[in-house]
C-alpha cells in the first residue's frame, strides 16, 4: 500500500483567528503557479500571535480601504514567529506583483528585512509551506523563486532577506533580465 505523502508541519493562521476581513472577489487561479514571489511588509517583525495577527489586521486594511483591492495582496505571511498567516490562500490570484500576479504564489515576510534577515523558524517555515504547495499541487514542481525585486522595481527591497535565500535551489534573479532599477 502506498503512504500519502503530508506536509512537514507547521502553524497556519486562517484570517478568522485575526478577525481578519471576509475576502471579496478574489479571482482564482486558471493554471497552477510556477513562480514563488517573496517580499517584506516594512512593518516591524512580530514574535507572538497577537502581534503578527494585529499587523495582518492593519495591512488588510491598508489594502482594503486605501489601494481599494478585494483583500490583503498577498497569498500568505510569515511572521518571525514561525507561523504562516492566510491571506488570500492557495486557490486566489495575488495582488502585489503585477506582471506575476496570475502565474506566482505572493509570500510576504512580516517585518522590514532591508538590513537583516528573518528569523530560522520563520526562513525554516518559508521552505515547507513550498514544499507543501508543491506536494499538494498548488505549485508547480519545477518553480522558480523570486524576490519582488527581481521581477519589477520596487522602492522598498529586501536585501537581507535576500542575502538568505539567493542560494537557494529554486532561486532566480532579475526576471526580465532587462529589468534595470
Not at 1 to 26: E, R, Y
Not at 30 to 47: D, G, Q
Request: net charge positive.
Amino acid at each position: 500500500m502506498k503512504q500519502k505523502k503530508c506536509c512537514k508541519s507547521f502553524d497556519v493562521i486562517l484570517p478568522l483567528v485575526c478577525n481578519a476581513k471576509t475576502s471579496q472577489g478574489n479571482r482564482e487561479f486558471a493554471k497552477t503557479p510556477n513562480h514563488v514571489i517573496f517580499s517584506h511588509t516594512l512593518e516591524k517583525s512580530c514574535y507572538k500571535l497577537f502581534d503578527c495577527c494585529k499587523i495582518v489586521q492593519e495591512l488588510q486594511s491598508y489594502h482594503v480601504d486605501v489601494l481599494d483591492w478585494p483583500d490583503i495582496g498577498f497569498n500568505f505571511l510569515i511572521g518571525n514567529d514561525g507561523r504562516v498567516y492566510v491571506g488570500r490562500g492557495w486557490n486566489k490570484i495575488s495582488q502585489f506583483s503585477h506582471d506575476f500576479n496570475e502565474k506566482s504564489l505572493s509570500v510576504a515576510f512580516i517585518g522590514n528585512f532591508f538590513d537583516t534577515a528573518p528569523g530560522p523558524m520563520a526562513l525554516d517555515t518559508a521552505r515547507n509551506l513550498i514544499d507543501c504547495a508543491v506536494l499538494k499541487g498548488y505549485l508547480m514542481s519545477n518553480y522558480t523563486l523570486h524576490m519582488l525585486e527581481d521581477i519589477e522595481c520596487t522602492a522598498n527591497p529586501a536585501p537581507g532577506l535576500k542575502k538568505k535565500i539567493q542560494h537557494w535551489l529554486h532561486y532566480k534573479e532579475k526576471i526580465p533580465s532587462y529589468l534595470q532599477c
